[in-house]
């Protein structure tokens, strides 16, 4: 099967679709005494420790999260910079107490607090560290040395000599351990995998912007070659997204031979289950060379968008500086647990809808702030915006409305059957043309629309934060959504839904 074989992009997409039936025909349960560690411990590498005296940048939230900030990509990326942009993407940042025990929750939303997307460095030399290739142990805030000696140029290799790749002093390379999260989701961990590192992205993204860091998503490169660099056992764990920071490297040596590698790692579980559709999907969904990836890349033309034919609501942004630091409201963040059912104002959400969606910067997205999802939202209270549903008009900053009414109990039912997008103010979803996506991208196009969603909902969640609102990530009936929204959506499968309001409560966390 290779990527243009587009039936294992359906297939995987309609095998792994909620429904009602589908969720009350459920006899899964949770095995609690054979839950994965939510960590990656290699157990025979020494630590590294990372700084933790890093400055923070006070830049103000809202512009970071829009990826705009003055002086932007002249940052110079050193140990300091790298920690602080680790610790903002996948460290600890709470503790919480749960009736197992405690739960170390960490910088980005992560569905079931699973943690199965782990965080690898490949640098050349900077100041502070060696040239090599590292993991990042979010549990003890430390790299370890998986591979000595600079081995960036198989990588730039690998992602098809992406220019972004080529010119960085470091790369970032996210994975996930399929179990760590098939665990509870079964199957459909193959989606959370792009969901929960899309939340982080949105986290790194809008530090390294902070920073004055350049970063970029590059989600096409030859998954072998990158699976390999980093010694990934990839009937478990896979590469999802390779992240450039900085610019400016005069160029990378030919790499150190790059043998096998074979290092011990902490068991997750007492045993593990396999799920063939995500192997199946990974596997469809990958390229084999660099060349492939480059060509990948330029698969254009941009996704097409939809001419706006009902009543335009004009979107007021608040100005910038009216928000908390980005590092503030990382560490701030949290998934609201309950909301109160009231009115958030219209700025407030047109400053979420439009501080996230100003563009990725992403090898998938050409031209620059290109789309891949659209978003539509179910409105409860907003101060000055009729309740119903919406259609998010990015290029009219406006949003039209569909169908005007109150509509909290088929939230509710959309959202699972839960009381938070019943209770929020807004839920907002993302839905993609998969069509247009996988004739676009082929298989790798799924990997790309749900990742994007994870992104932007990633950004959701701080542009509300920011605002001290509330936010949280949920799950759906896959086609209740669709058919919700149509006929505008006909035809539109959905990736993504983040609730946003004001959080009824705080949950007791250090
Ligand atoms: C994509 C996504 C989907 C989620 N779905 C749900 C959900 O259906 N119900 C729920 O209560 N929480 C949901 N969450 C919230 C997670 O449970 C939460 O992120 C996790 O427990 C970590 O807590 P934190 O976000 O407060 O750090 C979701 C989060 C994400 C990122």
């Given at each position: 099967m290779t990527n243009r074989d587009v039936e294992a992009a359906w297939s995987y997409h309609d095998g792994t679709k909620h429904s009602w039936q589908s969720i009350h025909s459920d006899s899964h349960f949770l095995d609690f005494p054979n839950q994965p560690l939510p960590f990656k411990v290699y157990e025979e590498l020494e630590p590294l420790p990372l700084p933790r005296d890093f400055s923070n940048t006070g830049v103000e939230a809202l512009s970071a999260i829009a990826g705009?900030?003055?002086?932007?990509?002249?940052g110079e990326l050193d140990l300091r910079g790298l920690a602080s942009v680790l610790y903002y993407s996948a460290g600890i940042t709470k503790k919480g107490a749960y009736p197992g025990g405690e739960i170390l929750f960490r910088a980005a939303a992560c569905t079931g607090a699973l943690y199965h997307v782990e965080v690898y460095l490949v640098c050349g030399p900077l100041a502070g560290l060696e040239p090599g290739v590292y993991h990042f142990g979010a549990h003890d805030f430390a790299l370890r040395r998986l591979r000595r000696g600079d081995y960036r140029a198989a990588l730039v290799e690998a992602c098809g000599y992406e220019p972004s790749v080529a010119s960085a002093p470091a790369s970032l390379v996210l994975t996930s351990t399929f179990w760590r999260n098939s665990w509870k989701y079964r199957a459909r961990a193959y989606r959370h995998c792009f969901w929960d590192s899309g939340t982080m992205l949105a986290n790194t993204l809008a530090v390294s912007t902070a920073r004055g860091i350049e970063a970029r998503v590059v989600a096409g490169f030859a998954d072998g070659a990158v699976n390999h660099l980093l010694g990934l056992d990839t009937e478990r764990e896979v590469s999802l997204a390779v992240v450039p920071l900085g610019k400016g490297s005069p160029g990378c040596p030919a790499p150190p031979p790059m043998p096998d590698l074979d290092l011990k790692t902490a068991p997750l579980s007492p045993t593990e289950v396999e799920y063939p559709a995500i192997g199946a999907i990974h596997s469809a969904s990958s390229l084999a060379t660099g060349r492939e990836a480059r060509a990948w890349r330029a698969s254009a033309p941009g996704p097409s968008t939809k001419a706006a034919s009902g009543p335009l609501k004009a979107l007021q942004s608040l100005a910038d500086g009216a928000g908390d630091t980005i590092e503030g409201t990382i560490a701030r963040r949290g998934s609201s647990r309950q909301f109160r059912r009231e009115a958030v104002t219209l700025p407030q959400l047109s400053t979420i809808l439009h501080r996230s969606t100003?563009?990725?910067?992403?090898?998938?997205?050409?031209?620059?702030?290109?789309?891949?999802n659209r978003i539509y939202l179910i409105v409860h209270?907003?101060?000055?915006l009729a309740s119903g549903a919406y259609v998010y008009r990015r290029e009219e900053g406006a949003l039209e409305l569909l169908d005007e009414g109150e509509m909290r109990r088929v939230a509710g039912f959309l959202g699972l059957q839960q009381a938070l997008p019943a209770d929020a103010s807004v839920d907002v979803f993302m839905l993609a043309d998969l069509p247009e996506v996988l004739d676009r991208y082929g298989n790798r196009g799924y990997r790309a629309a749900q990742l994007e969603g994870g992104i932007v909902g990633g950004k959701m969640y701080l542009a509300a934060y920011a605002q001290r609102l509330g936010a949280t990530g949920l799950t759906f009936f896959d086609d209740d959504v669709t058919e919700f929204f149509s006929?505008?959506?006909?035809g539109l499968s959905t990736m993504f839904l983040v609730a946003l309001g004001k959080p009824a409560r705080r949950r007791s966390r250090r």
């Open positions: 705009r900030v003055g002086g932007a990509g002249d100003q563009g990725i910067p992403a090898d998938f997205l050409e031209p620059p702030g290109a789309m891949l209270a907003v101060d000055g006929p505008d959506a006909l």
